[in-house]
């Protein structure tokens, strides 16, 4: 079993940043590939960014690609989602999940441990 928990959310004005983490308790942190998805109200969620086991290896949606920089740290087991540059259609609750393998890292319905989420909200 994996406990996830993210922070970090908050108001933001356009064109500002914040960074959000998610630390992990349970299984061995630096065996599982993480993931940042997002819901916005009336929306389904989306993936927004993963990361492999090592860190070696991330992946993004178009959306946030050259803003957003997921990275982890697994001596601290936690991963962060750096948010630069952000603009009103990023508000959303922000997900960090955890899944054993990297493979079809942006499919939600592969990953197999969730956090409760946090609020993002970016005011034009």
């Known amino acids: 079993q994996v406990h996830l928990v993210e922070s970090g959310g908050g108001l933001v004005q356009a064109g500002g940043s914040l960074r959000l983490s998610c630390a992990a308790s349970?299984?061995?942190?630096?065996?599982?590939?993480m993931g940042w998805f997002r819901q916005a109200p009336g929306k389904e969620r989306e993936f927004v960014a993963a990361i492999s086991w090592s860190g070696s290896t991330t992946v993004y949606a178009d959306s946030v690609k050259g803003r957003f920089t997921i990275s982890r740290d697994n001596a601290k087991n936690t991963v962060y989602l750096q948010m630069n540059s952000l603009k009103p259609e990023d508000t959303a609750v922000y997900y960090c999940?955890?899944?054993?393998?990297?493979?079809?890292?942006?499919?939600?319905?592969?990953?197999?441990?969730w956090g409760q989420g946090t609020q993002v909200t970016v005011s034009s």
């Open positions: 349970g299984r061995t942190f630096s065996s599982l590939a």
């Open positions: 999940a955890a899944k054993i393998d990297y493979s079809d890292r942006d499919q939600l319905g592969t990953y197999d441990y």
